[in-house]
C-alpha cells in the first residue's frame, strides 16, 4: 500500500512551495535558495515515494486500480520539478518563479491522483 503518511507529508510540502513560489513570484522576485529549495524538497520526496513504492511493490503489492499507471504519474512528476528547476536557472527573472510554483501545484494534484490511483478511492 502506499505510505500514507509519506503521501499527506508530500502533498503538504508541494502545496507550500507552489504556493510559496507563487507568492515570491506574484512579487517579482527571482528564482532564489528559498523557491528553488523548497521545489527541490518536492523532488526528495518524490524520490523517496519512488523508493518505497518500488520496494512495495516488490514485496507483493499492487495498486487497486493499475500499477503501471501509478508508476508512469510517478516518472512524470518526477520530471516536473527537474524541468522547472532549469528553466529557473536558464532564465532567471519573475516568471521562473511562477513556473516553479506551477511545478509544486502540479506535482500536490499528481500525488492526489497516485493516491486515488493506488487506493481505489475517488
Known amino acids: 500500500m502506499m505510505l500514507d ?51 512495495i511493490v516488490i514485496s507483493g503489492a499492487r495498486a487497486k486500480n493499475d500499477t503501471i499507471e501509478f508508476f508512469a504519474y510517478l516518472l512524470v512528476a518526477l520530471m516536473i520539478p527537474v524541468g522547472a528547476v532549469f528553466w529557473a536557472l536558464i532564465e532567471r527573472n519573475r516568471w521562473s518563479t511562477v513556473v516553479l510554483a506551477v511545478a509544486g501545484l502540479t506535482v500536490a494534484v499528481m500525488l492526489v491522483r497516485m493516491h486515488q490511483i493506488w487506493t481505489g478511492i475517488y
Open 5 to 55: 503518511w509519506l503521501y499527506s507529508a508530500q502533498v503538504a510540502i508541494a502545496t507550500s512551495a507552489g504556493v510559496l513560489c507563487l507568492i515570491l513570484g506574484l512579487a517579482k522576485r527571482k528564482p532564489s535558495l528559498i523557491t528553488l529549495g523548497s521545489i527541490a524538497l518536492v523532488e526528495l520526496g518524490l524520490l523517496v515515494q519512488l523508493i518505497a513504492s518500488i520496494a
